[in-house]
């Protein structure tokens, strides 16, 4: 085997080996920045500085049906599907011109990352027959169709802070 074949073997199989030992890490958002450098350099002026995460939502296992006696068709039969996921946060930090100065004074306002979890509608029905019965012959007996909806969840705790900087 020459030696460039060698050589490039041996860096396709570190490769792969660093690849196969390092393990996949999930991220819990994704960073986002306003760029507005751009936009200061043009006008000459300090421009507010906006950033931020946008969150990646996570579906749950949802609960399967269930089956009840004395029933037709299984309680749930459209689940509910449990969501988790973070709020968006934001960082905003603006200048505010001083009324007396040439200085400015900057405006910061925070809203950090808070978990929220949530569930899906979801709905119940049972048919308009009864289970068989012994009485009747194995044959089951007429009742009204029922329905239920199953009201969709949040929960979150949301904050923010406001505040006020003689500079960034």
């Known amino acids: 085997m020459k030696s460039t074949t060698r050589g490039t073997l041996a ?27 751009g936009v200061e350099h043009s006008l000459n002026m300090e421009m507010p500085r906006i950033s931020g995460t946008v969150p990646l939502i996570t579906p749950g296992s949802p609960d399967g049906p269930r089956y009840v006696e004395g029933r037709l068709l299984p309680e749930r039969a459209l689940p509910q599907l449990p969501v988790t996921s973070d709020l968006p946060s934001l960082d905003l930090r603006t200048p505010l011109p001083r009324v007396l100065g040439d200085t400015f004074d900057h405006l910061a306002a925070t809203t950090p990352a808070s978990e929220l979890r949530a569930l899906t509608p979801g709905a119940s029905l049972d048919a308009p027959l009864t289970a068989p019965r012994a009485d009747m012959l194995g044959l089951p007996a007429a009742k009204l169709p029922q329905v239920a909806l199953l009201t969709p969840v949040l929960q979150a705790a949301p904050g ?9």
């Open 160 to 168: 923010a802070t406001l505040g006020l900087a003689p500079g960034l």
């Open 11 to 37: 860096a396709v199989v570190t490769c792969v080996a660093a690849a196969v030992a390092t393990p996949a890490v999930a991220a819990d958002g994704v960073p986002v920045a306003v760029p507005l450098e």
